[in-house]
């Protein structure tokens, strides 16, 4: 999986129109997120550094929430955004979800362990996981 990784609000205008995630590396206004939905009419989350989470307004949440896009906390350790623009969550996460959905573990389990062995946050694994049930339905 693929998340677009985004450095200020002029770059939102250069965004490919079928990003799915992206990862807001700038303190985004309402506006920049109206944007960024307008940019993107495939966007199926966006992801904020948990600093930057508590000065999203209550209506872009209900916005996002009534267009079905999830506001995701959380930063993407150790990327270099001169190197790639695009961070890139292993395969083998999701092998190891899948490995272990298989064997009948349950989601809490999964979850906690996902979350101790990557550097990924609770929601984006949340996130993940419920694009994987929806993959296997």
């Known amino acids: 999986m693929k998340i677009r ?11 490919n129109p079928n990003e799915r995630v992206v990862h807001l590396a700038f303190r ?7 944007t960024l939905v307008e940019t993107c009419p495939k ?17 872009i949440g209900m916005f996002l929430e009534m267009q079905r896009i999830q506001l995701i906390e959380g ?3 150790g990327h270099r955004k001169d190197i790639n623009e695009y961070y890139i969550i292993p395969t083998s996460v999701f092998e190891k979800i899948k490995e272990m959905k298989i064997a009948g573990k349950s989601n809490e389990v999964i979850e906690e362990r996902i979350l101790r062995e990557s550097r990924l946050n609770p929601d984006m694994v949340a996130y993940i996981m419920s694009k994987e049930a929806q993959a296997w339905a």
């Open 43 to 59: 966007i199926e989350a966006i992801q904020i550094p948990k600093s930057y989470r508590r000065t999203v307004s209550k209506s």
């Open 5 to 15: 990784v985004v450095s200020s609000k002029e770059e939102i205008f250069t965004l």
């Open 75 to 77: 930063d993407v350790w």
């Open 28 to 34: 985004p206004s309402n506006k920049d997120i109206f």
